[in-house]
């Protein structure tokens, strides 16, 4: 259960993180993801000038840093909700990304008839993939393989 404003506590957290890494955050902006005080999820837009060093290879630093101040946040407020964090709208371009390569994944199996396999990706990507293609009717997916090397296959229906 939140406190009376937890969108103003949660951007003073995330900035008091960022200001004791000494890479302060130029902007944080909070969104909490239902309108009442009992909301359990939050997406938190985080503008840096050196985006590169909070992201890391791959978005691993950014999702470490979301893992840390998810249990920041959770114990500072006593509360239990997931948190969303993206810096300098890096998951917004990926997923956009991964979107489109999906499609033109899945339109070139369809076209040839033949399964593709994509390369190995982390499991937040391969969801982005099979709800991407999940609606069409000419293609199925599959993830395959194990641990860091699972991909995924697109097949013709």
Known sequence: ?????????IEKIIKEFFEKMT???SAVE?????????ADAADVIVKS??????????????FEI???LRFIINKKLSA??????????????KTDYLREF???????VALKKEEKKLPAMPSYERRIIH?????RSDVTTESQGEGLERFIVIKPK
């Open 1 to 9: 259960m939140f406190r009376e404003n937890p969108k103003k506590e």
């Open 23 to 25: 890479l302060p955050a």
């Open 30 to 38: 909070v969104v909490l993801k239902k309108e009442d005080k009992d």
């Open 49 to 62: 000038e050196e985006p590169q060093i909070l992201i890391g290879q791959g978005g691993q630093t950014l």
């Open 66 to 68: 979301q893992k840390l």
């Open 80 to 93: 239990n909700f997931y948190l969303n964090l993206d810096i300098n709208d890096y998951k917004k371009k």
């Open 102 to 108: 999906a499609r033109e994944a899945a339109d070139e």
């Open 131 to 135: 709800a991407e293609l999940a609606q």
